[in-house]
RNA sequence: CGCGGGGUAGAGCAGAUGGCAGCUCGCCAGGCCCAUAACCUGGAGGCCGUGGGUUCAAGUCCCACCCCCGCAACCA
């Protein structure tokens, strides 16, 4: 039986190019999308560029494009093509200057309209003289533009129109209660419920049109600009037909997990929602069968990067672009580092010395080594093939060890599915690694307890028996370990005398089955998979 | 009293429902020799931010305080 899984990241400024922080945030959407592709589940990964943002505009200028959307373009080539190179697999990529989006937008903004939940009021906002600007509240420096601290702020009022967010309070405390795994990890749901309970305040959704050079007209009122929020959320829904194609959006709406980061999640987890609960009241394709409001399935909210323990920031300039780091290590090595050195939702140091040391100890000496050593033998002890024992005899460990078998690996494929459910890919790794007597770790210790190269010479078909247990105990961490790190699992594949594309047509319940390397196939000549570095 | 997160071995971190203080790396000493000077075993190293309190028993609960970090309409 095969579910639906729908995933999104943010959509990203593109007043920058990617760095290490939304490149992790687009490598977990990865995972869990590569995790589930391989469940056998219909999968849709959607990433994109958020391009109705003022900011752009500055952001054109200074890179001197004279005209906007030429600015656009090649900013949303660099990031498509940043995450291609990384071999992110994304399956969408939405820009919401597009056509699909607009439509989409102004078909949710009437059906909010509609519900009575948008409203005409007055909102003052702070404008600097000296930069001919307005300037937010944390722009400002004890209330003065620190700019022109020696000018006076003028306020300025104009009419915006507000979603009534307030009238939601209750419905969205209530979907928290009832619905705890909407936002993980659970540390942050205590601060939305207590920001949604204090401070949850209408918001304003527009901008007079000539203060905002950017952005999807208001429906039926030319003078104002739909502002940010507003229009940015909604791509979750535009990007799989809403407003554009009914069986599309039928087919992939609800969105089953939202991966943010923390700077973003009262947005997420209180104003869409809300926004979601008033369109519904006039949109029925908002609605499932039973009249439920469809809302996002859950919101997964990841920390921030600092670099060697400082913030990454544009203007400090310390921002690390992925692209160069590939220069250095393989893709691979860098998406094993931030997934497992970061406990998900936690902010996290990303240190070169720190990445080094990960890579010897976790990949060369305890992943690399182990495949390395267990096909070296089969080769050297079963004229280069793999024992030819029956996988059955070998499920289970020689006895006076701690190996747990094919029944323990069972186990840790359920253990890391229920990990990667929750995003929790630092955990998924760390289980497979150590902690349970299948892991890496035991599966090393089982070579130590069972000495097949002396066992090789006393008893033979027992150390047949270890070495295919071994082998086919690889294959698996193969697998398990395919959507954190897909072309490492390739090569260990490869290095079993398997073909990888052939192995990943079967399905999901074929791969997790003791056996499925087939005994005396040949074993190619092992390659090192991770070159131990030295000073 | 704006909101939230955090202060546990040299570093980085785990430690629902209170009961011998753990993990990874690093360091030291052994073992092994299949393997990438890799692997395995053992060891040293901790006033668990501070001060009170509850309890037979507190990183773990309560109170106060100190320090760090993030957020407060557009940096993942």
Redesign the pocket.
């Known amino acids: 039986m095969s579910n639906k899984f729908y995933v999104t ?2 959509i ?2 593109v ?1 920058d190019k990617p ?4 490149t ?2 687009t490598v977990i959407a990865d995972v869990l999308a590569r995790a589930h592709r391989l469940r056998g589940d219909k999968t849709l990964f959607l990433t994109g560029t ?1 391009e109705n ?3 752009n505009l500055e952001a054109a200028q200074k890179a001197g494009f004279d005209n906007l959307p030429a600015y656009l373009d090649s900013m949303a080539e660099i990031w498509q093509t940043t995450w291609k190179t990384l071999g992110l697999t994304y399956d969408d990529f939405i820009r919401t200057t597009e056509k699909r989006h607009h439509q989409g937008v102004e078909r949710f903004w009437r059906a909010v309209q509609k519900s009575g939940d948008i409203y005409k009021a007055e ?1 003052e906002r702070d404008y600097c003289v000296g930069c001919e600007a307005f300037k ?4 400002l420096t004890d209330g003065r533009c620190p700019l022109h601290p020696n000018k006076d702020l003028e306020k300025v009022k104009e009419e915006n129109y507000f979603f009534r967010a307030s009238a939601y309070k209750d419905d969205l405390l209530k979907l928290y209660h009832e619905h705890p795994e909407f936002i993980e990890p659970k ?2 749901m ?2 939305i419920r ?2 949604v309970k ?2 949850f305040e209408d ?2 959704i527009s ?1 007079e049109s000539g203060k ?1 050079a950017c952005g999807i007209p208001v429906p039926d009122d030319d003078s104002q600009r739909i ?3 507003f229009d940015a959320l909604l791509n979750y829904m535009t990007a799989v037909g809403y407003g554009t194609d009914d069986k599309l959006f039928k087919k992939w709406w609800p969105a089953d997990v939202h ?6 999640i ?1 947005f997420h987890c209180a104003l869409w929602p809300a926004m979601i609960m008033s369109a519904a009241k006039s949109d029925p394709a908002l609605l499932d069968e039973t009249g439920a409001v469809l809302l996002p399935k859950s919101v997964h909210v ?4 600092t670099v060697d323990g400082q ?4 203007s400090l300039g310390n921002a690390i672009d992925p692209l160069d780091l590939i220069q250095e290590y393989p893709f691979d090595v860098i998406r094993y580092f931030i997934l497992r ?1 970061i ?1 998900y939702g ?4 990303f240190s070169k010395t ?1 990445l080094a ?2 890579y ?10 182990l ?3 267990a096909v ?2 089969s080769r ?1 002890y079963f004229n280069g093939r793999v024992p030819d024992v029956k996988p059955e005899d070998a499920k289970t460990a020689l006895p006076d060890t701690e190996w747990g078998g094919a029944e323990c690996l069972e186990i840790l494929w359920q253990t890391v599915d229920r990990y990667l459910d929750a995003s929790r890919a630092d955990l998924a790794l760390e289980s497979i690694w ?2 349970n007597d299948c892991s890496l ?1 035991s599966a ?2 089982y ?2 307890q069972t ?4 066992l090789v010479k006393e008893e033979p078909q027992k150390a047949a028996l270890v070495l295919y247990t071994l082998l086919e105990a690889c294959r698996h961490f193969a697998w398990m370990i395919s959507p954190m790190m897909p072309d490492i699992a390739r090569k260990i594949i490869l290095q079993l005398g398997q073909d990888p594309k052939k192995e990943e047509q079967k399905s999901a319940k074929d791969l997790r089955q003791w056996g499925g390397l087939a005994p005396d196939s040949e074993l190619p000549e092992p390659a ?5 570095l030295t000073e």
Do not use: C
């Open positions: 990241t943010p990203y400024y007043n760095h290490i922080g939304s992790y945030t958020d943002s003022q900011k909102y937010t509240a944390h722009e540390s942050r205590n601060e207590s920001y204090e401070a918001f304003s901008r905002l502002y940010v929020w991966l943010i980061g923390k700077d973003i009262k990841n920390g921030f990067f913030k990454i920031s544009k050195e406990p936690e902010d996290g140091d720190r040391e990960r010897n100890s976790d990949l060369a000496n305890t992943l690399g080594n495949v390395n050593r070296a033998m050297k150590s902690s770790n090393n210790r070579v130590e000495k097949p190269f002396k090192i998979l991770f070159p131990r």
